[in-house]
């Protein structure tokens, strides 16, 4: 399976500012995934990202306070915009292999909001 | 509408009894991807198994065995003889595609498993 590797693993951020996530995978992958954890929650789904294309975002979730860069095939990145303390929450991302390869995720980052 | 719902939010156990994590699912396709999912203390969520609809046959790895009963619509997991390494928080998923065909994973709630010693 592929490696995944996210940055940074934790932060500790101010309201009102803006973090971005990394995500850099050791293959090459058609499409990545980005999910939210919210405290003692489940993971939901945030959007989906292809190489070459805008990402396609779930309900709840939008690009202004989202966004998301995929500029290749190894590598995409999260932002989380104007952070309140409800964005507290672990983001991962996810890819799969090929076919019908099952999805595995990075590490996480855990961020926390002030 | 996909749906996965695990009833059972916490489990203790003692050590070495068996127990058995719920899952039911719904979904509208005949097709589709189930799975479960690992989430120990330290955060990271670990892949333990894949089931496609179309494959009813149970499985089993080490302690670790899964029942799929598309009658019931439920994919049940049991951990036999549990250690206290098994304590972590355990998610039934469900996708409707393939990955590679952007299947996206709907994840339950999650049970919270406590094994002590």
């Known amino acids: 399976s592929a490696v995944i590797s996210q940055k940074p693993s934790r932060d500790i951020c101010q309201r009102g500012t803006s973090l971005t996530i990394q995500c850099q995978v050791d293959s090459q992958v058609t499409m990545m995934f980005w999910y939210r954890q919210q405290p003692g929650q489940s993971l939901t789904l945030i959007a989906t990202?292809?190489?070459?294309?805008?990402?396609?975002?779930e309900s709840g979730f939008v690009i202004d306070k989202f966004p998301i860069s995929r500029p290749n095939l190894t590598f995409s990145t999260l932002t989380v915009s104007n952070m309140s303390p409800e964005d507290s929450s672990i983001y991962l991302c996810?890819?799969?292999?090929?076919?019908?390869?099952?999805?595995?995720f990075g590490d996480g980052t855990r961020l926390s909001i002030l | 509408a996909q749906k996965v719902t695990q009833a059972q939010t916490e489990i203790s156990v003692v050590e070495k009894e068996d127990v058995t994590l719920d899952c039911v699912y719904e979904t509208r396709d005949t097709i589709y991807y189930l799975f479960w999912y690992k989430q120990p203390p330290s955060g990271e969520l670990v892949f333990l198994i894949r089931r496609n609809s179309f494959d009813e046959q149970n499985e089993i790895s080490g302690r670790y065995s899964w029942n799929f009963q598309k009658s019931t619509s439920s994919f049940n997991f049991t951990i036999t003889a549990s250690q206290v390494v098994d304590s972590a928080v355990y998610f039934c998923?469900?996708?409707?595609?393939?990955?590679?065909?952007?299947?996206?994973?709907?994840f339950g709630q999650g049970t919270e498993l406590s094994v002590k010693p």
């Open positions: 990202a292809n190489q070459g294309s805008e990402a396609t975002y």
């Open positions: 998923a469900l996708s409707e595609k393939a990955y590679n065909q952007g299947g996206k994973l709907i």
């Open positions: 996810s890819v799969g292999g090929q076919g019908n390869q099952p999805q595995h």
